[in-house]
């Protein structure tokens, strides 16, 4: 089967870093996506990675690594507005996307 | 503002009802999408169509029927509700299909329904 796998919650700091996680086992590999979405609203587009390595985008990054099937999301200097859940998306050979069920992102002041 | 609407916001429904979410994109987007999103599971894709007048079955497309008219309008449609098709539904587009896929998908602001 299919899967990607994240954790189901994190909790970190107004200021600091943190790091998501996403470790994935899909049926070829044609990009990984990651995408936030804030309680009760539509997920909206981060970050696209298709070959290995780290692609940065203000307080926020995204690396990948093919041969271990894994990607993480930095996410640095957080706010409280970066409460939310993150969600991690593969698409696979068939260009299906396998979604991950999110990371729920906890930021106490 | 440009973007997606969804229609209507929140609907309770009664088991057997026939019911229909509608969904309208101006970003003049050829694919459209449906998808559930449940409490603990990634997203599921229910239907698909890559261009205006074809459609495709997602991983999840029991019970449910689409049809795409035209580029704009992707109406979503429960033939007969079950309490398992309680859910927030997400309509989403994007610029390619899923075929050689690389663009984002943009998201509308997703349908709360309830079956009872």
């Known amino acids: 089967g299919q899967n990607i796998d994240q954790p189901t919650e994190m909790t970190a700091t107004e200021g600091a870093i943190v790091q998501i996680n996403c470790t994935y086992q899909?049926?070829?590999?044609?990009?990984l996506f990651w995408y936030q979405q804030h309680a009760g609203e539509a997920p909206t587009f981060l970050s696209y990675?298709?070959l290995d390595g780290l692609e940065e985008k203000g307080r926020f990054s995204s690396f990948l690594s093919r041969s271990k099937g894994y990607s993480y999301l930095l996410l640095k200097e957080l706010q409280m507005k970066d409460s939310a859940s993150y969600l991690c998306?593969?698409?696979?050979?068939?260009?299906?996307?396998?979604w991950g069920a999110g990371t729920k992102l906890i930021i106490k002041p | 503002i440009a973007g997606i609407t969804q229609a209507p916001t929140s609907q309770i429904l009664a088991a057997g009802r026939r019911m229909t979410l509608r969904c309208t994109q101006d970003?003049?987007?050829?694919?459209m999408y449906w998808y559930r999103q449940d409490l603990g599971l990634g997203l599921r894709l229910i239907h698909y169509?890559?261009?205006?007048?074809?459609?495709g079955k997602g991983e999840v497309p029991d019970g449910y029927s689409v049809s795409r008219a035209n580029t704009d309008d992707f109406p979503l449609t429960l033939a007969s509700a079950v309490p398992s098709q309680t859910s927030v539904y997400f309509c989403?587009?994007?610029?390619?299909?899923?075929?050689?896929?690389?663009?984002?998908?943009?998201f509308g602001e997703g349908s709360r329904l309830t079956v009872l």
């Open positions: 970003m003049r987007h050829n694919a």
């Open positions: 998306a593969v698409l696979n050979s068939n260009y299906q996307l396998i």
């Open positions: 169509s890559n261009t205006a007048g074809t459609t």
């Open positions: 990675n298709v």
């Open positions: 989403a587009s994007s610029d390619s299909g899923l075929q050689g896929d690389t663009g984002e998908l943009f």
């Open positions: 899909t049926s070829g590999f044609n990009g």
